[in-house]
């Protein structure tokens, strides 16, 4: 499950340094994230660490459209560490 910032960011710029995978960058009004670098931080922590930082209250959250099981997001991982 990628997340996905809603439209509750004001841009604080808290999330974007924070992601281990360069997954969260600046879009044409909010910060957005890409799904296919997105692994809710598997391999690196234990909760996402976008989510942990934000200081609004449910602004991070999982995106409908990018439904993946823990194995897949820590198979994802391993590709973008360049593991496999």
């Not at 910032?5 to 360069?22: A, F, L, V």
């Not at 234990?46 to 609004?56: A, D, F, H, K």
Request: charged share 25%; proline share 7%.
């Amino acid at each position: 499950m990628a997340l996905l910032i809603t439209g509750k960011c004001t841009n604080c710029d808290m999330c974007e340094p924070e992601c281990p995978n360069g997954a969260i960058y600046l879009g044409d009004e909010i910060y957005e994230i890409d799904p296919d670098l997105c692994t809710e931080c598997k391999g690196h922590y234990e909760v996402p660490t976008c989510q942990s930082v934000c200081p609004i209250n449910k602004c991070i959250v999982t995106d409908p459209n990018n439904i993946e099981t823990e194995e897949q997001l820590l198979e994802k991982f391993v590709i973008i560490q360049g593991l496999a």
